[in-house]
């Protein structure tokens, strides 16, 4: 099974600052049709999840800007470029390239 | 837009039986693959099933094989979730997802408790 696992679990950011997450998988998640399935999920306090990134980079319609996604094989990040309140919240990295899917411990996203 | 609406979650006693339902509309729902995930409380997502876009294959999480049963009817838009010998620990948040995870539904909350 495929492990994901992120750093920081817990990131207290000032607002107007960057912030970084990291989510490294136990094993490649390159598909056998080229494609890496790994995304990026913000979860709101109280509210279902919302994915903001597909396919390691790829934005959603509607997501700000400030938000972007990089990596490649088994190494990603998501990283916001200058965090606004409404950034507070959990954010999880998640693979459906393997079997069985798998997410994230999700790290959660303060303003100090 | 896609809306999903998961209904059917309640209180039941160990080793009873729920069914969870998904109505999906906006979107082509026979094209989709289609995922129940949960949440427990305070805990984070765990997949639980997927179902291809014809309903010809289903996959389960290891500690739901055999007791959950994904389905799904194309020609109603529904997807479900049939949840048998439930345990304390299949308490959780139970969203169904669409696809790669473009949309979700606002989950249906299971709680097993004697």
Redesign the interface.
């Given at each position: 099974d495929v492990v994901m696992t992120q750093s920081p679990l817990s990131l207290p950011v000032t607002l107007g600052q960057p912030a970084s997450i990291s989510c490294r998988s136990s094993q490649s998640l390159v598909y056998s049709d080229g494609n890496t399935?790994l995304?990026w999920?913000q979860q709101r306090p109280g509210h279902?999840?919302?994915?903001l990134i597909?396919?390691v980079s790829n934005r959603?319609s509607g997501v700000p800007d400030r938000f972007s996604g990089t990596g490649s094989g088994t190494d990603f990040t998501l990283k916001i470029s200058r965090v606004e309140a409404e950034d507070i919240g959990?954010y999880?990295c998640?693979q459906?390239s393997s079997?069985?899917?798998?997410?994230?411990?999700?790290t959660k996203l303060e303003i100090k | 837009e896609v809306q999903l609406v998961e209904s059917g979650g309640g209180l039941v006693q160990p080793g009873g039986s729920l069914r969870l339902s998904c109505a999906a509309s906006g979107s082509t729902f026979s094209n989709d693959w289609m995922?129940w995930?949960r949440q427990a409380p305070g805990k984070?997502?765990?997949?639980v099933a997927?179902i291809k876009p014809d309903g010809s294959g289903q996959?389960y999480?290891?500690s739901v094989k055999g007791r959950f049963t994904i389905s799904r009817d194309n020609a109603k838009n529904s997807l479900s979730l049939q949840m048998n010998s439930l345990r304390v620990e299949d308490t959780a948040v139970y969203?169904c997802m669409r696809g790669?995870?473009?949309d979700?539904?606002?989950?249906t909350t299971v709680t097993v408790s004697s």
């Open positions: 399935y995304s999920l279902s999840p919302r994915r597909d396919q959603d959990v999880y998640m459906h079997w069985p899917h798998s997410f994230g411990q999700g | 995922r995930i984070g997502l765990e997949w997927n996959y999480v290891d969203y790669g995870g473009a979700w539904g606002k989950g």
